[in-house]
């Protein structure tokens, strides 16, 4: 498109389908014309404090230079190959990144498309490994409610019962076992009769169960739920107790976001398979990550497929691996635990929305902050309020919540959490 060309809106708002809006009624829709470091610009003029980083993937900010050096220079030499019988140096050098980076069993590396996709293959590696090793009556997932893993069909299947697609899709989506969410919040313990339910749903479902499937610590898009690290030990006991793979998606809390490299470190465990995404290119283009252990990927090659049963065309990507090793690197040069640490330390601004009446609660963890009303938040209204404030805040249900890109500055943290409170102060929601 010629830059000096308008965006068609009327042509947007009649013919194309954006997230989780209708056709009918579709959400208004705000023209970008580029970006850069924290800030969103749009064809009006205005710019904004990005508080979202894209969905939570854009951790270095947008237009870093070391990223867009490793897309131009990966892109003139080789966009895209096949990876059926083929391998390349840029997702050799990827996956030798992501083992040394994540806990010590995780050893073997699929690469796939997205974030759901990345799901959707720890699911086939559970239950093609409990297959392989002859036990066909373990077909079942277990999960927490609250939870959220992605759109596609299996991914669907294990998120929050109420809060997502379940009712719209039952009869079609797998029929698995829900636990309550954890309540204990971060800093709390949880309950002896908490972590009693827990394992008397193992105890009663071990056998139909192929694994058990969480986000650590932080419960992102089902409800932005923290809860503490000893609930997290005691699931990865009670799986080995009753022979149970664990699944860690850490597609939205991975890469530091809550103030680990990876959020299973707060309870210094190790899942049998992890699920990696959004933050994993920098937030530049789609790739996703499963790893799992020796064991887990020797006992589905070992069964009577021999192999793993998925491959997508666009698998190992070298684009999309060469700009997410560019992304790892610039993650451990840059010092990211200081900057998370500092973005925390300034999201405690954040905290003064608790005085007001609307608000159920404020929490903030890492590069997280979450106000949670009492209300749902209308989106086109308070959205249309934010970008009047110079901010991009994407609220759902009854948060409003910020993941900012972690070279935001605490000036830039405190106009966001200034935003937040006078949105709802004001009732611009």
């Not at 797998?174 to 749903?201: C, K, M, R, W, Y």
């Amino acid at each position: 498109m010629n830059n000096n060309q308008s965006i068609d809106l009327d042509f947007d708002r009649e013919h194309i389908w954006h997230p989780y809006t209708s056709m009918i009624d579709p959400l208004p829709v705000y023209p970008v014309t580029h970006t850069d470091k924290n800030r969103i610009f749009l064809e009006t003029g205005e710019s904004l404090i990005d508080g979202m980083a894209s969905w939570w993937s854009a951790l270095h900010g947008y237009n870093h230079p070391k990223l867009v050096k490793a897309m131009t220079e990966q892109a003139a030499t080789m966009s895209h190959v096949m990876f059926g019988g083929i391998t390349h140096g840029p997702a050799v050098n990827l996956c030798k990144k992501l083992v040394e980076l994540t806990p010590a069993p995780l050893q073997k590396v699929f690469l796939a498309d997205s974030g759901s996709v990345s799901v959707e293959v720890a699911i086939k590696m559970a239950l093609q490994y409990w297959l392989s090793q002859g036990k066909s009556n373990k077909t079942k997932l277990m999960t927490a409610k609250k939870g959220y893993h992605g759109d596609t069909f299996a991914a669907m299947s294990v998120c929050d019962p109420v809060n997502s697609m379940h009712s719209m899709y039952q009869g079609f989506l797998p029929q698995h076992i829900f636990v309550e969410a954890p309540t204990s919040g971060f800093n709390n313990n949880p309950t002896e009769s908490e972590l009693d339910a827990l394992e008397s749903a193992f105890e009663t479902h071990h056998k139909e169960l192929a694994a058990f499937i969480i986000e650590p610590i932080v419960q992102n898009a089902g409800g932005m739920n923290f809860y503490n690290a000893d609930y997290l030990k005691a699931l990865r006991a009670l799986c080995d107790k009753y022979n149970v793979l664990l699944i860690l998606d850490e597609i939205a809390t991975g890469f530091g976001r809550t103030g680990k490299m990876f959020a299973c470190e707060h309870a210094q465990i190790s899942p049998d398979i992890l699920c990696l995404g959004k933050a994993l290119t920098g937030g530049c283009m789609t790739l996703s990550a499963t790893l799992t252990t020796k064991e887990v990927a020797l006992g589905i090659s070992q069964g009577e497929a021999k192999v793993l049963m998925h491959g997508p065309t666009f698998m190992g990507n070298p684009l999309a691996c060469a700009t997410a090793l560019a992304s790892l690197e610039l993650l451990e040069e840059t010092d990211w635990h200081t900057n998370v640490h500092r973005i925390n330390q300034a999201m405690a601004h954040l905290h003064r929305c608790a005085e007001l009446d609307a608000v159920k609660e404020v929490r903030t963890l890492g590069a997280i902050g979450v106000v949670e009303l009492k209300e749902v938040v209308d989106v086109a209204k308070i959205q249309k309020f934010f970008i009047q404030k110079g901010l991009w805040i994407r609220p759902f249900g009854k948060l409003i919540y910020i993941m900012p890109p972690y070279i935001t500055s605490n000036e830039d943290i405190e106009k966001l959490s200034d935003g937040i409170y006078q949105a709802i102060e004001q009732k611009a929601y």
